[in-house]
């Protein structure tokens, strides 16, 4: 649902990052910008956990979004769905 809810908003969500206490920051790429890509990437790791599963699911996604609008859509939407951490 979340990467679904990025790309629906237009964006293109690059990689999943998160930081390991004695690796540092571990990056995973993953380049999605369609509900295509978000199924074939989800049938692809359905034996594996994500990275997330590390830091107890918390996790930083770098997005590459066509515009400022759409920046904006995906953070109220991401926010909406209970996906954005903010503090």
């Known amino acids: ?5 990025m790309v629906d908003n237009g ?3 690059v990689d999943v ?3 390991h206490p004695l690796y540092g920051q571990l990056t995973g790429p993953l380049q ?7 199924a074939q990437f989800i049938a692809r790791s359905h ?4 990275l997330s599963v ?7 996604h770098t997005l590459l979004c066509p ?11 991401l926010r909406q769905a ?5 503090g």
Do not use: K, M, W
């Open 1 to 5: 649902a979340e990467l679904n809810t």
């Open 67 to 77: 515009s400022e609008d759409a920046y904006r859509r995906v953070l109220d939407a």
């Open 54 to 60: 590390l830091t107890g699911g918390i996790h930083l």
């Open 32 to 38: 999605l910008s369609s509900r295509y890509d978000v």
């Open 82 to 86: 209970g996906f954005l951490l903010e």
């Open 17 to 19: 990052i998160v930081e």
């Open 11 to 13: 964006c293109t969500v």
């Open 47 to 50: 034996t594996a956990q994500p």
